[in-house]
């Protein structure tokens, strides 16, 4: 378990609204209006309550019970709770998902953050005042955002856009160094109030409006309430809303966002509760905090404001549109419009932040408890890496095209992923028992019983069937912008390499945790240890002579199958990139290729030399994963991008030889090493444990 000094809330209220902060977001006050609006109002808050009880509740009551029992065993991140629920190898390395997701959301959040209080900012000094012409405000945010051309903010680096997007990163950097309790807690202990504040001042001006323009008597308040709840808003019948497939998968969207569960941040916070703390109670409050800010707060200013005004057609818009084009047009044509506009934004900043401040607090507690990092170190380190992340958004900025695609990828696929993994482990590994048990303890309130039946066997099939359902409408498109795009190409690699990174570490957290757990049952200096003795030549002959499977199995399949699958998939990636675009950058891209290709056949000439050396081992196997992790994603990548560019009688074979080349040597060393190689590190272990002189107290 982790040595590192544990870390809890200083109250309840504390935690609730925490987590409460971390849920609410952007999505609350932007995209659950638009998507409401959308699917005409009424008939999309069946498919939103549904997803709700059935996946949204019970997924935030597991993840408040596993992070729970994980964090009275030591551990506070996804890994190492992972580890302890579930006694599998795969199971921390399952665990990645709830550190890439979070960190890479945070890379652009911030971003968007910045745009939230730089446009504060512009209503307080009045640079806002475009008057009534709504293609103003689409050339202010175009401009201000540099949605028109790459790395467009760069051309002033002194410009307002990169001013407030410091002082964002700035601001989350001290309040997440400054701790749990000093830092997130204190700061969301005013932030939630002042948020509730500003948004309760703004829905008071839009119930207020009345009718502004008496000649449309049809554009008020109470229409512009029943656009959102009314179950006839549309020209269409309920029963063929209802049977829209999209709306239910962009409903248990929604939720999956703005509860936050699948992010990996619940299960995080909630490994700071004590023992005895109650988290039925405060698990249910937080869910119930965020639906009042998302549908008594957000939903009720942002449609009925754009409809009063702009009718029907005005509160229909992408979540960004809605947002920063159609209400700033909106507070134009209001009374006191200038402070509703700057209390809007500064509301939608303090949303952010309190988002934000939470996405890096997941791989902060890993770093922590996996690798031994301070506080300090460990925030610092993440906040670079996220602020590398966020100039990569920055850079490509065209149509938001880098922010698009980590969006889709981490922020919808890896979180429904990370769901249904937790639900798994939840219902089937952990068990709704123990589950039960651990939400009983210390609780103000009792979990209904039901809860057990839902979470193992309803939310596992509803998650399948939205995610295979949305998969399949989607997930093509986006493989098709990978040929289209170099801004979706370099953010796809560059989320390669941060999850090859995690991975990485998770390979050494969990042999720090390992040994840990090992020191932990050897018998302390008190009692009596009686071992024989033996010769050092022994000890050497055997470590310096590895098990013959393993020699081999490097040989002839890891160091082989991981050369094809890297030197093919870094070839297709330098052709997809370079090619066509520059003579001189593809030369140099053939150039790299060739010579990665050559360094790694010194590798493997050098491994099979380095192997029959005992001081070597540790490295060989280091340096074997290094290139594995590197591998693996690529050439799945590979496989992904060729079957739906080339026809399907060649892509499909290429697809199931790209997912061979790493699926093979897994299942061969797996079976071909698993014995031989445990028994000689178990003979190597006892053989040095020998050596140990007999102690007494």
């Not at 200013?301 to 009063?308: E, G, K, M, N, S």
Request: aromatic fraction near 14%.
């Amino acid at each position: 378990m982790s040595k590192q000094s544990p870390e809890n809330w200083s109250s309840k209220i504390g935690v609730i609204l925490a987590v409460t902060g971390s849920a609410v977001g952007l999505g609350n006050f932007l995209r659950f209006p638009g998507l409401a609006a959308k699917y005409d109002g009424g008939a999309f808050m069946i498919p939103y309550f549904i997803a709700l009880l059935l996946i949204g509740l019970p997924l935030a009551w597991a993840e408040w019970a596993m992070g729970r029992y994980g964090g009275t065993r030591g551990f506070h991140s996804a890994p190492g709770i992972f580890r302890v629920l579930w006694k599998n190898p795969a199971a921390p390395y399952l665990g990645v998902l709830g550190l890439i997701v979070p960190v890479v959301i945070y890379m652009y959040y911030v971003f968007i953050e910045s745009w939230c209080l730089g446009y504060a900012w512009h209503y307080l000094t009045g640079a806002l005042d475009l008057g009534r012409d709504p293609e103003a405000y689409k050339t202010f945010f175009g401009n201000y955002v540099g949605i028109g051309a790459d790395a467009s903010i760069f051309s002033n680096i002194f410009g307002a856009p990169l001013i407030f997007l410091v002082i964002c990163i700035a601001l989350n950097f001290i309040l997440i160094n400054r701790g749990l309790t000093r830092g997130i807690e204190l700061f969301c202990l005013w932030a939630m109030p002042a948020l509730a504040v500003c948004a309760v001042l703004v829905l008071i001006r839009v119930l207020t409006l009345g009718t502004p323009d008496p000649s449309k008597p049809e554009l008020n308040v109470l229409n512009g309430l029943g656009q959102m709840w009314n179950l006839d808003a549309g020209n269409k019948s309920l029963w063929e809303q209802l049977a829209n497939g999209k709306m239910w998968m962009e409903a248990a969207g929604q939720i999956f966002f703005s509860l936050s569960v699948g992010f990996g941040v619940i299960i995080t916070y909630a490994s700071y509760m004590r023992r005895n703390d109650d988290i039925a109670l405060s698990s249910t409050t937080a869910v119930a905090g965020n639906e009042f800010f998302e549908v008594s707060l957000g939903g009720m200013i942002t449609v009925p404001a754009a409809f009063v005004f702009l009718g029907a057609a005005g509160a229909v818009g992408g979540t960004f549109a809605l947002g920063f084009n159609t209400l700033p047009l909106v507070f134009e044509q209001m009374l006191f419009g200038r402070v509703i506009g700057f209390l809007w934004f500064f509301l939608l900043f303090l949303a952010a932040i309190t988002s934000s401040i939470s996405m890096l607090q997941p791989a902060v507690a890993f770093l922590q408890e996996g690798l031994g990092l301070n506080r300090g170190r460990a925030v610092a380190l993440l906040c670079g890496v996220g602020t590398l992340g966020t100039l990569l958004i920055v850079w490509f900025s065209k149509d938001l095209a880098a922010m698009d695609t980590l969006d889709f990828w981490v922020g919808t696929f890896c979180i429904y992923i990370l769901a249904c993994a937790q639900t798994f482990i939840f219902g089937w590994i952990f068990g709704t028992k123990r589950g039960l048990e651990e939400l009983d303890r210390g609780a103000d309130i009792r979990i209904p019983r039901l809860f057990a039946f839902v979470i193992k066997y309803i939310s596992p099939v509803y998650l399948l069937i939205v995610f295979v359902a949305w998969a399949w409408q989607d997930v093509g498109s986006r493989l098709d912008d990978f040929s289209e795009s170099a801004a979706v190409r370099w953010s796809l690699l560059f989320l390669a390499v941060a999850v090859s990174l995690f991975i990485f570490c998770i390979r050494f957290a969990v042999r720090h945790w390992d040994r840990q757990e090992e020191q932990a049952r050897r018998p302390s200096d008190r009692e009596v240890v009686i071992r024989p003795t033996v010769n050092n030549e022994a000890l050497d002959r055997l470590v310096s002579n590895p098990p013959q499977s393993l020699l081999s199995a490097n040989r002839w399949i890891l160091t082989p199958f991981y050369l094809v699958c890297a030197s093919v998939a870094l070839i297709w990636f330098a052709a997809m990139i370079f090619i066509g675009e520059s003579p001189l950058l593809s030369a140099l891209a053939i150039f790299g290729v060739g010579f990665f290709v050559v360094s790694f056949f010194i590798l493997h000439f050098l491994v099979n030399k380095m192997m029959a050396g005992a001081n070597w081992s540790r490295i060989v196997f280091i340096v074997l994963d290094v290139w594995g992790l590197l591998g693996v994603p690529a050439s799945l990548f590979y496989g992904f991008v060729a079957i739906r560019m080339l026809p399907t009688s060649v892509g499909l074979p290429l697809f199931l030889l790209s997912a061979a080349t790493f699926l093979i040597p897994i299942v061969r060393l797996h079976f071909l090493c698993r014995q031989d190689t445990g028994n000689w590190f178990t003979r190597v272990r006892l053989l040095r444990e020998s050596q140990i002189m007999d102690t007494t107290s």
